[in-house]
Structure formats: C-alpha cells, structure tokens
C-alpha cells in the first residue's frame, strides 16, 4: 500500500524556518513529481511546489519561491520542503501528494 507521510510541523516565530518531510513508501515514483499544498482555515488548499523524482525539477508557487526550497533523497524516498523566513500567514495544514495519493498533512503554526 502506497502511503504518505509528512513530519517536522510545529510552532515557530515569524522570521524562524522549518523543514518538513514527506516520506513515501509502498513504491518509487521516479517517474512522478511530488507536490507540496498546504490549507490555512477557511481558505483552500493551495499549491506550494512541486519536484520531479527522477530529474530533481523544481517548481513553485510565485509567492511562495523565495522563501521556500523543494529538495529529495531518492535513497530514502522522501521529499523535503525547507522554508524560510516564515510568517504569520504561512500558517496552515501542509501536505504532500502523488499522483492521487496524499498523506495526512502536518501543521505548521507561525506566531507573530
């Protein structure tokens, strides 16, 4: 069975980072692009970026490619999302997602 599983939320202060992590298992996916969303209340989930398994390709939301990084170890099938300079309104439930699967999200609570 496929399965997702992103760690590393927390609280933090404004102007602190975090990295998450998303780690896949059941099979690779070298052939796919890993995402990142996230889902602060009340507003929709929203695409943060995404990186391709096999070519290491990033791409990002325009507001949110300054301060955030998309990286991957293909040797322990995991996805990292490294951000920056948090603020306040990056505030939300992020998760990570394949194909049609996706894990049960980690929050991330910035404090101003």
């Known amino acids: 069975q496929v399965q997702l599983v992103e760690s590393g939320g927390g609280l933090v202060q404004a102007g602190d980072s975090l990295r998450l992590s998303c780690a896949a298992s059941?099979?690779?996916?070298?052939?796919?692009?890993m995402g990142w969303f996230r889902q602060a209340p009340g507003k929709k989930r929203e695409f943060v970026g995404s990186i391709i398994w096999s070519s290491g390709t990033t791409s990002y939301s325009d507001s949110m490619k300054e301060r955030f990084t998309i990286s991957r170890d293909n040797a322990k099938n995991t996805v990292y999302l490294q951000m920056n300079s948090l603020k306040p309104e990056d505030t939300a439930v992020y998760y990570c997602n394949v194909a049609t699967i996706w894990g049960q999200g980690t929050q991330v609570t910035v404090s101003s």
């Open positions: 059941g099979q690779t996916f070298s052939g796919y692009a």
